[in-house]
């Protein structure tokens, strides 16, 4: 008889289902509007370092993003969508080509409240499951029970960096230093909000006012795991038209292939209301109340299944 790995992974699938259904009753109980947008996107954002698949002279979407803020701009405050996202190279223990993704919009909001919003929805989710205010991962409790740390991204290279961020930007190790260094060592026993990162890393957030090198935007990390990227939203679409050409001529020297431009999107940011937007990804959440550090263990099929 054979032995399918779906069935060795049975209370992962069903946890997987509770957790969706307590995302869903979160943001239905406070005011947001499910909608699904295309998959199938004729322009996908420019970034440098996320490659979107091609269908039929379109893309997949990497994110619902673009067609998330056309609704914030058509006046919609607050939305939220369940969906899958496509990215091309991106396999391994914590990543697959194509993921689940949670994304959600509050016009109004900013960086600052999308982190209140991001850590009620957790612990709404272990309550949900029965897990009070802690979680169990790899033999290590992580306290849910508020407050969560910030820590801003200047101070978590001072803190575990080999060199300032500043440095690691000047040289071109910024990812590297932080994957290697910082990452392993947030949100271990609390959740931690790393925030205000560089503007370069942060090619759709607004900058800050006070100082335009960093832009308002945050992840959340749990036991060293990166869960969400949240910001406050750029409306203003020149600024970000140029961006997304910073953004083009950066994949071409990287002799990655071009993007269109997506004009519909930024025609739309004239009518944006300012906003905060959020990006999770429930493979991860699920994957840390499975007590696993593999991601395979919940999806019921993997790429190399179909």
């Not at 910024?174 to 503007?199: C, K, Q, R, S, T």
């Amino acid at each position: 008889m054979t032995i399918y790995r779906q069935s060795l992974i049975k209370d992962n699938l069903h946890l997987r289902a509770r957790i969706i259904q307590a995302i869903r009753k979160f943001f239905n109980d406070n005011d947001y509007l499910e909608i699904d947008t295309p998959i199938r996107i004729p322009a996908p954002a420019p970034e440098a370092h996320i490659d979107a698949v091609a269908a039929g002279g379109q893309y997949l979407q990497t994110s619902p993003e673009l067609c998330m803020k056309q609704l914030l701009a058509a006046g919609f405050p607050r939305l939220f969508q369940i969906c899958k996202c496509f990215r091309q190279h991106e396999r391994g223990r914590k990543h697959l080509p194509e993921l689940t993704m949670l994304e959600w919009y509050h016009a109004g909001d900013n960086y600052l409240g999308l982190m209140q919003t991001c850590q009620e929805l957790v612990c709404f989710v272990a309550r949900h499951l029965g897990r009070g205010n802690q979680l169990i991962y790899r033999n290590r409790p992580i306290e849910l029970a508020a407050p969560w740390s910030r820590l801003s991204v200047a101070e978590a290279f001072k803190q575990y960096g080999s060199k300032s961020m500043k440095t690691a930007m000047a040289t071109d190790c910024f990812d590297e230093v932080m994957a290697l260094e910082i990452e392993p060592n947030l949100g271990d026993p609390i959740p931690v909000f790393l925030y205000d990162y560089p503007a370069r890393h942060a090619a759709l957030a607004r900058l800050k006012p006070q100082d335009p090198f960093l832009a308002e935007r945050f992840e959340l990390y749990i036991a060293g795991i990166e869960l969400c990227n949240g910001f406050s939203e750029l409306t203003d679409a020149s600024e970000q038209r140029q961006r997304f050409e910073k953004e083009l001529r950066l994949r071409q020297s990287l002799n990655k292939p071009p993007y269109p431009m997506p004009e519909k999107f930024l025609q739309a940011l004239a009518d944006m209301p300012d906003a905060g937007g959020n990006a999770l990804g429930i493979d991860r959440l699920v994957l840390l109340f499975a007590d696993t550090d593999n991601i395979d263990d919940v999806v019921a099929f993997t790429p190399e299944e179909l």
